[in-house]
């Protein structure tokens, strides 16, 4: 089951991360907080800063599942987790690439 | 023992009941699996008429052909047939019949469950069309949306037929996704690992995972409109705190992943017929592993591009058009590995082959406009027009139609042992490539035009008059198309043609057996060394009918297979299955008896129901185990391991691990309906909070504590030899203490039909009640079991598998709990 789970993890991970990002800007518009820094809204840079962890957790997932103490015995896990893992990173840049470029809460 | 003594005496062992009493009996996944195919495609053909209906209602402006009313019938059950009975039912038949052939074992991992699953498909699939037969089918679109759903303006019957025999059929979808699951994962050949599996094992895999991760939301909108219509609970009306947009994101977050539930099984049937046709091993195997792995978790972070145009932020439509985007990205390292395979290979255009090739030019325009309806500004402008129908059109007839007949001729010569006689299928295929093509692009230029989508009917002036008379002959010959091809079948099913055993000279383990398949697939079962076995040891089936692998001496007239360590392939437990019986099909039936009363309003027969629920499943669980410990089983080839129920991590422990994902699910979709109306619905805060209980969640706390630990103990105590009884009665404590405080929310929630926050909070009590309630039962019946001597230090699978229950129970207790309460606190 480790085995299957090294080639989950990191789309799994990417699968919650999207998702608590989407309900975090929810929650952010509903709350009606306002206010700037550097004149960046609160609300952007909170969502950035949610951005930046996401993407550092799946550099992290990634770097782990190159990592020999963790890595799967059989070849081909390797290189499928390896394979997911890249793909959990990408895709938590790009789909959430939009924190820093869109409107928020309108 | 010589071969012809085997195959008899196996036989004997295996075989279904003869006759047509067999069909109700029978639990034999071959069996299983014709009959789900077989009512799949019944219920193709159903859909099919209804679409011609809807294309004859079209084809002129002003028809008088059919009534709105009738109209939004048949295009609703059309759109509900094909997803719900159709597509679905196809992959879990193809499956069932497919993979302990494939996998090298007997039979899947819960013979029974298939059987139950199946009546329960049969059953709900029925309650549909005898609605439609009365003229009383569900009329609001597939996709059902609230308001129009709700209770003020469909106050009839119709929507509760399609959410109470849609859920009805659900249990059928997660039970074999269960079975699926820990059938792959576990009853494998010996020396199958992770990267020896067949491709079609990894989609089917990657796919019943997607069921049980996917299903759940809409199980659970299904169940919230339900109590909304039926009880008046305002989950989706604005006005008292609920929201009609919730039930979009519920039924999304199921829908589109439920388009990729459909296509990654036919994706699977081209990974595995492409390369036999092509002549060469496919092309890129890990790549195509990762690339389904990572379609299937893409495809649940779209869900919010349906509801582009429900005025949801900017923000918010921009992280679901990039990653719609992205999904083309792992669609693409599929359609060129397999462009790779025919590169590389020396493709014969035999019949699959043709659906291959039809099934790339059609997916790929589908798959391109996908992209087209991604990009927000270009959806807000084709959304609910039939260029969207169109779309979804190709992607699905192209993802799963041309790939399923591919696999239907493919895998024919192996479910009757004969070879086509007559060639009507190259010209039903013809006839389908282009009916299908001249139907559906007429439809995107039409939808481009401005034709809106469920339309009854349209006037000459608005144009759009030729196109659709176009498309409507397309689709009569797309029917015709299609009819030749059951014609195809049938005179196959007519002609006594003999075919060879492996007419494809195919690699996989499915050609090791004779065909039509014997009713235990292998006389002994293989030691795998490669992906394609028939490839590496052309004698293997000579072999097997020999006796020369593993369970090769039928012993105790046991059905007798083994499983595997999930990722080397090491035999790891000798499993001996369940026999004929009827139980599963009188248990659907009971099953149904439940869901008909809540239809109809016969709430008084519903505790009945229930009652009945709860005895036969007693009785289904009873009916397995022994009273003695059984010594290591020699699976012969000198290797011997441990039965299944003297194991911690039995088939029913993985199989309830499963169970339990799905329902985590629909617990998180729970929750996050909660935070969604609490946060998002306009009718917020309510009239009155919960007042917090101090006492009720103190006990309810204590419960979960007491009865996880004490379950724990009692295992421990049950290992080293002692009596489990007093740490059972602990247990059960427990859960009757998380039992009650969940009770004293469900009385206590403010005013439920007045705000969807008290609704909610009745819902989530109601749902602790139930899970406290089930692990008590689970913990009477172990106390039944271990004073009936079913159990022993040895034989502990029983105490595992409760573990996870009163776990779950214990968990999800606290959370709904904290909830509430923390709601009640808060205010």
Redesign the interface.
């Known amino acids: 089951?480790?085995?299957?789970l090294r080639?989950?993890i990191a789309?799994?991970t990417?699968?919650a991360a999207?998702?608590a990002?989407?309900?975090l800007?929810?929650?952010l518009?509903?709350s009606g907080i306002s206010g700037q820094t550097l004149g960046i809204s609160w609300v952007r840079l909170i969502?950035m800063g949610a951005y930046i962890l996401v993407i550092l957790g799946q550099i992290a997932l990634v770097a782990v599942l190159y990592h020999p103490k963790f890595a799967?015995r059989?070849?081909?896990?390797r290189?499928?987790s390896h394979?997911?893992g890249w793909?959990g990173l990408?895709?938590a840049i790009?789909?959430?690439?939009?924190?820093v470029?869109?409107?928020?809460?309108? | 023992m010589k071969a012809l003594e085997r195959h008899r005496k196996l036989t004997t062992i295996w075989a279904s009941e003869p006759g047509f009493r067999g069909w109700f009996s029978t639990v034999n996944h071959t069996d299983l699996g014709r009959m789900f195919l077989t009512t799949a495609f019944f219920f193709f053909i159903v859909g099919g008429l209804l679409a011609m209906l809807i294309r004859a209602q079209l084809a002129t402006p002003h028809s008088a052909f059919a009534g709105a009313e009738i109209y939004n019938q048949i295009f609703t059950m059309h759109g509900t047939i094909m997803m719900f009975l159709f597509a679905i039912p196809t992959f879990e038949g193809l499956a069932i019949y497919l993979l302990p052939k494939i996998l090298g074992s007997r039979d899947l991992a819960f013979p029974r469950l298939t059987a139950y699953g199946y009546w329960c498909y049969v059953f709900g699939g029925s309650m549909l069309l005898v609605a439609m037969v009365l003229g009383i089918a569900p009329e609001g679109g597939w996709f059902m949306y609230p308001p129009l759903s709700g209770p003020i303006h469909s106050p009839g019957i119709n929507t509760d037929f399609w959410l109470i025999g849609i859920t009805f059929v659900e249990i059928s979808a997660i039970a074999a996704a269960v079975e699926i699951t820990v059938s792959v994962?576990k009853y494998r050949a010996p020396g199958m690992?992770?990267?020896k599996m067949p491709i079609f094992a990894w989609y089917a895999l990657i796919t019943a995972l997607m069921i049980l991760t996917g299903f759940p939301p809409l199980i659970l909108g299904s169940v919230l409109l339900e109590l909304e219509r039926a009880f008046g609970l305002p989950f989706f009306q604005v006005d008292l705190g609920g929201d009609s947009l919730l039930w979009q994101h519920l039924f999304w977050l199921f829908g589109h992943p439920e388009v990729y539930i459909i296509f990654l099984p036919a994706a699977g049937v081209i990974s595995t017929v492409l390369p036999v046709m092509c002549r060469t091993p496919l092309l890129g195997y890990?790549?195509v592993?990762?690339a389904a792995?990572?379609l299937?978790?893409?495809s649940?972070?779209l869900w919010?591009h349906h509801m582009f145009t429900t005025g949801i932020?900017?923000?918010?439509l921009?992280?679901f058009s990039?990653?719609s985007t992205?999904v083309a990205v792992?669609t693409g390292i599929q359609i060129f590995a397999w462009i790779g395979t025919m590169w590389k290979g020396k493709p014969d255009l035999r019949l699959p082959m043709l659906h291959i090739l039809g099934f790339f030019c059609t997916f790929v325009i589908g798959g391109l406009t996908g992209v087209m309806v991604a990009v927000v500004p270009f959806d807000w402008q084709a959304h609910d027009t039939a260029f969207i129908t169109a779309h979804l059109h190709y992607v699905l007839f192209g993802g799963f139609v041309f790939p399923i007949f591919a696999g239907l001729y493919y895998w024919l010569p192996h479910f009757t042992g004969r070879q086509r006689f007559f060639r009507l299928g190259e010209f039903a295929f013809a006839l389908i490539f282009v009916g299908f093509h001249v139907t559906f692009l007429a439809m995107h230029w039409v939808g481009l035009l401005g034709q809106r989508r469920r339309i009854p009917t349209y006037a000459p002036e608005d144009g759009w008059t030729t196109i659709n008379l176009i498309s409507s002959v397309g689709s009569f010959v797309l029917a015709i198309g299609i009819a030749m091809v059951l014609l195809d079948v049938i005179l196959h099913g007519l002609t006594f043609y003999r075919g060879p055993r492996n007419p494809w000279n195919a690699g996989t383990l499915e050609w090791a057996m004779t065909t039509p398949p014997p009713a235990y697939n292998f006389a002994s079962l293989p030691h795998v060394t490669g992906r394609e076995p028939l490839h590496d040891d052309p004698e293997l089936p000579a072999r097997l009918a020999r006796g020369e692998g593993y369970l090769g001496t039928p012993k105790h007239d046991w059905r007798e297979t083994l499983t595997v360590d999930?990722?080397s392939g090491r035999p790891d437990m000798h499993v001996i299955y369940p026999g004929n019986t009827r139980l599963p099909i009188v248990m659907s039936a009971v099953t149904g008896l439940f869901f008909l009363s809540l239809l109809l309003k016969f709430y008084w027969t519903v505790p009945v129901a229930v009652a009945g629920v709860i005895c036969l499943a007693w009785r289904w669980v009873w009916k397995q185990g022994r009273k003695d410990d059984l010594e290591p089983m020699s699976l012969g080839r000198g290797l011997k391991v441990a039965n299944a129920a003297m194991s911690r991590r039995s088939p029913g422990w993985w199989g309830t691990a499963f169970l339990l994902t799905a329902n985590a699910t629909f617990f998180g979709s729970l929750l996050?309906g909660f935070?969604?109306l609490w946060?998002?619905a306009p009718g917020w805060p309510p009239p009155a909070w919960l007042a917090a209980s101090p006492f009720e969640l103190g006990a309810g706390l204590a419960g979960a504590v007491l009865s996880s630990g004490a379950m724990r103990h009692t295992m421990r105590t049950n290992r080293k030899g002692g009596k489990p009884v007093l740490g059972l009665i602990l247990t059960l404590a427990g859960a009757l203490a998380i039992a009650f405080a969940c009770a004293a929310l469900m009385t206590r929630a403010p005013a439920p039909v007045e705000h969807a926050y008290g609704a909610t909070l009745l819902v989530l009590g109601g749902y602790g009640l139930f899970h406290a309630c089930l692990a008590a039962l689970m913990v009477v019946f172990l106390i039944a079991r271990v004073r009936g001597g079913y159990t022993s230090s040895g034989r502990q699978a029983e105490f595992s598998i409760v573990t996870l229950w009163v776990d779950y129970a214990a968990v999800i207790g606290v959370l709904i709990l904290l909830v509430a309460h923390a709601s009640g606190f808060s205010s």
Request: glycine share 8%.
């Open positions: 089951m480790k085995d299957i080639i989950l789309p799994l990417w699968l999207f998702s990002i989407y309900g800007h929810g929650v518009c509903a969502l799967s059989s070849s081909f896990v290189f499928v394979a997911t793909v990408v895709a790009w789909s959430l690439a939009p924190v470029m869109t409107s928020h809460c309108g | 994962l690992s992770l990267d890990g790549w592993v990762a792995v990572s299937a978790f893409l649940f972070g919010v932020p900017h923000m918010g921009a992280f990039a990653a992205l792992p999930i990722a996050f935070a969604f946060t998002v």
